[in-house]
């Protein structure tokens, strides 16, 4: 069954920075797309940033020129550098792959969580 595992979240204060990483385990295929999604208490998931294969890149507009997503497509990783972090960063971090074909199929990690202290 594949697996994602992440790492990397914590306690920052506002203005510092952190990296978080996602690993793809036991998978067939390599990922096509690649995603962080965040969910802060009471809110819904949303999007964050996600990656091509090819490493196409799209943000949400709340993290852009901050944010940056970049993979590692020959060991299958994925990862978010926050830079500049904000108490409205504070979330769960949740990392997503999609994998395979016919039909390609989502999966997601159990999260990091990401405390931004003002």
């Known amino acids: 069954q594949v697996q994602l595992v992440e790492s990397g979240g914590g306690l920052v204060q506002a203005g510092g920075s952190l990296r978080l990483s996602c690993a793809v385990f036991r998978s067939m295929y390599s990922s096509n797309a690649m995603g962080w999604y965040r969910q802060a208490p009471g809110k819904q998931r949303e999007l964050v940033a996600t990656?091509?294969?090819?490493?196409?890149?799209n943000y949400a507009d709340s993290v852009k020129g901050r944010f940056t997503i970049s993979r590692d497509n020959a060991n299958d990783r994925v990862y978010l550098q926050m830079n500049n972090l904000k108490p409205e960063d504070t979330a769960v971090y949740y990392c997503?792959?999609?994998?395979?074909?016919?039909?390609?199929?989502?999966?997601w990690g159990k999260g990091t969580l990401v405390t931004v202290s003002s």
């Open positions: 997503n792959a999609n994998i395979g074909y016919r039909p390609p199929m989502d999966y």
């Open positions: 990656i091509t294969n090819g490493k196409s890149t």
